[in-house]
Every structure is written in C-alpha cells, then in structure tokens.
C-alpha cells in the first residue's frame, strides 16, 4: 500500500514539469503528506491539465457518506478496472499524485523501520492516481478527492513491502490523463512496476510515524534503523 509520502517542489515546478497551470495554493515544502489531507494533484479536463488540490482518500459520486474515504485512500491495480468505488474514476477520472518519496515500514526482529523509497536521478515520481467529486446530503458544495494506485512491488521494493505504488513513466502520462482514453486493456498496461533499478530505499527516523512531525529531519538517514535491520538478518 501507500499510505505516507513527501512532496518538495515548488508548484511552479510541477507546473513546468507536467506542462499544467496551477490552481492551487502552494503550501511549500511537505515531507509527511497522510490521508484525509488536501494533497496537489495533476488533472486533465477539456483538454487543460491543471494542479489542483484534492482530498486524500476517494469518495465515490454514489457515497451517503464521507467516510467511506477513510479506507480508500489505495486502489489496487489489479481491481481498479471491476470494483464499484473506482470502475467509473478509472474509466473517466484519472490523476497524477506527484510525490517526492514515499514511506514504508520494514520488519526488524519486534520493530518496523520505516524507509524512505524514491528516484534514483531524484525527479518527482508521477504516481497513477483516480479522482471523484462527491456532494454533500447537507450542501451543496462538491468535494473532490483522490486515491494512488498500487501494484506489486518490484525485486528492489519486495524485502520492504508486498505493494507499491504504481510509478508512471513519462510516455504514459499523456494516455493516463487522457480523459477520452477508454480502452480498459490499454490502461491496465501502465499498472505496472517500476524498472528495479529505477528506486533507492535508506532508513529514516521513526519521526514519520507521527503526522505532527512535517520538516526536513524525516528524511535524513537513521544510521540506528540501519544496525536495527543488519542485526535482524545476522545469524
């Protein structure tokens, strides 16, 4: 799954990067990004692309209730296409979720250390994302939520964790925001792992398992995780 991840660049960057026009608020640099949390966004409608900012954790259109946000904040890629909660968004609401790292935990003996997984050539990674707007019982005011698409993890991810984040290449971007691509065989192609030797994963401080905890220390590498983990795997 991934439930935790970092964002860096400025939104102008994104921007220029996703060649999108900005919609949004840049809140600065953010390194401990958690479900329910407003989180940027690439979306493509009428032929703009823009960023936006949308809720973590969709909200399918036919909800009565909001919460059922709260466990989706993942789709995995291999029901994403069948399943009532992202059918339609996969169909006709697709979304970039830039991302900077994300966070997983590794076992050590009794305690999990949590890594940091990102580029090796340290570009933003374009996460495959589904986007819905929901409206409120009570008003009138549309929510717009988003959810990040995993798939099985690569021989790099695999000794961390089970799933990952599926990573888009540069050439599926354009067909993933697509909102007039419709070929469920197509897409299905770009839920694939990332190449193995794309990520690099290092132990961080157990800082990021608090979400009040959002500066530059959680990323710094945790020479303490690292004897945790050489000491788990020693005979």
């Known amino acids: 799954m991934c439930g935790r ?3 860096e660049p400025e939104y102008v960057q994104l921007a220029l990067r996703y060649q999108a026009v900005v919609d949004a608020i840049d809140p600065g640099p953010r390194y401990n990004v958690a479900p329910s949390q ?8 009428d032929g703009v692309r823009s960023l936006t900012h949308h809720r973590w954790g969709l909200i399918p259109f036919w909800a009565k209730d909001a919460s059922i946000g709260n466990r989706l904040i993942n789709a995995r890629a291999e029901t994403v296409a069948t399943l009532p909660a992202f059918r339609d968004s996969f169909a006709h609401r697709r979304c970039i979720v830039p991302a900077s790292r994300f966070y997983e935990w590794r076992r050590a003996g009794k305690v999990k250390v949590p890594h940091a997984i990102q580029r090796n050539d ?5 996460f495959a994302g589904l986007w819905s707007s929901w409206r409120s019982p009570e008003t009138t005011e549309p929510v717009h939520t988003c959810t990040i698409i995993t798939t099985t993890a690569n021989e790099a991810m695999a000794p961390i964790h089970d799933r990952m984040p599926v990573i888009l290449d540069d050439d599926a971007l354009r067909p993933w925001l697509d909102p007039t691509l419709a070929d469920i065989g197509e897409l299905q192609r770009l839920l694939v ?3 193995d030797d794309a990520l690099y994963a290092y132990p ?4 990021v398992n608090d979400v009040r905890n959002d500066s530059p220390r959680i990323i710094e590498p945790d020479p303490y995780g690292e004897e945790l983990l050489k000491s788990a795997v020693s005979p």
């Open 5 to 7: 991840y970092g964002v």
């Open 193 to 195: 792992p990332c190449a």
């Open 122 to 126: 340290g570009f933003p990674m374009s």
């Open 38 to 45: 407003d989180v940027p966004v690439i979306v493509e409608r």
């Open 204 to 207: 961080i401080s157990r800082l």
